[in-house]
């Protein structure tokens, strides 16, 4: 989450207003950034449809997974943003006004923060079902998942905002060079490794009870179906969700640990680092904010049908219109 700056464009900025076409390489990444938008927009507005209408997926966890979505698809809408900076006759205003600059790096830093802490609720929220099974049917109840989750927004918006008031800017190099180390490090950096360890451990702890409950139904020979209704934990629907969903984790942690790292290592050492690999990395991060409805329709049946349910209706009311 530690973005370095000028990662958003690989082509060379050009502060006339007087370039009003777009070079092979400008329409490159409009293209690349278009089709991000429609994987990322497409894919999470899926998601977020198909748990409204359907009931058998409005459940607790998939009120965090709603919120994971809810992250991605405005990641998607800061694409967006940054596609308006792509335009010659309005680089000029974004590159060189203050506050359209920076607000570009406060709306992305908001939702991959509120993405990284949603997948570290989601974690949290699966090892309290195994570890606490009966406290957990009365104390996390939908009301309290909603208070966290709106807290983690808070947090994320907190966090995301820091760079409107704590930033560099010369008015002879405009938008580049804005962020501080200071944040990029010890804040936004110190919040990806912090929830990524918290991730870590709950899916670890997760392993450790589910292999150990296994291992003691084997020995006392209990019938499933008892211990099953009594502990919920060793359910090999509850098994087929954890395994999910930590899928869903490690996509994340795949496709954003390039530029968190390329980002670590600039700021302290001040390497160089190519302007063509910061972009690639940072594509590639952006990639995984379309890609967990295919993971969801993948590893989930009630995903899977709700996604196909909702294709049907869009052609068959494609269909009647014409």
Request: charged letters at 10%; glycine letters at 4%; aromatic letters at 16%.
């Amino acid at each position: 989450m530690a973005f370095t700056d000028g990662v958003f464009r690989v082509s060379n900025v050009n502060n006339s207003t007087e370039n009003t076409e777009f070079s092979t390489l400008e329409l490159l990444e409009l293209s690349i950034n278009t089709v991000l938008f429609l994987l990322i927009s497409v894919g999470n507005l899926l998601t977020i449809i198909a748990v409204y209408k359907t009931p058998s997926l409005q459940t607790i966890p998939n009120m965090f997974v709603v919120s994971l979505a809810v992250a991605d698809f405005l990641t998607g809408f800061a694409i967006l943003y940054y596609m308006f900076n792509m335009i010659p006759v309005l680089e000029y205003y974004f590159n060189n006004m203050k506050y359209l600059c920076i607000v570009r790096y406060a709306l992305v830093y908001t939702y991959i923060a509120q993405s990284v802490l949603s997948l570290c609720l989601i974690s949290v929220d699966r090892l309290l079902y195994i570890k606490y099974p009966l406290r957990y049917l009365t104390s996390v109840t939908a009301r309290n998942a909603g208070i966290m989750i709106a807290i983690s927004w808070i947090f994320s918006l907190i966090i995301g905002t820091v760079p409107l008031y704590n930033y560099i800017w010369v008015d002879a190099t405009g938008c580049t060079n804005n962020l501080t180390k200071e944040f990029q490090v010890y804040g936004a950096f110190s919040v990806f490794v912090v929830c990524v360890m918290c991730t870590f451990y709950c899916y670890f702890e997760i392993t450790r009870i589910a292999l150990r409950q296994r291992r003691t139904i084997k020995a006392l020979q209990v019938a499933s179906a008892y211990l099953d209704g009594k502990y919920c934990s060793v359910d090999n629907g509850y098994l087929k969700s954890v395994k999910l969903f930590a899928v869903v984790f490690f996509a994340f942690l795949l496709f954003w640990m390039p530029i968190n790292i390329l980002s670590l290592v600039m700021q302290l050492s001040n390497y160089d680092v190519p302007s063509w690999s910061i972009y690639i990395a940072i594509t590639f991060g952006y990639i995984n904010s379309g890609t967990n409805f295919l993971i969801y329709a993948w590893g989930n049946n009630l995903f899977r049908r709700a996604f196909l349910k909702i294709f049907i209706c869009c052609v068959r009311s494609s269909t009647v219109s014409h």
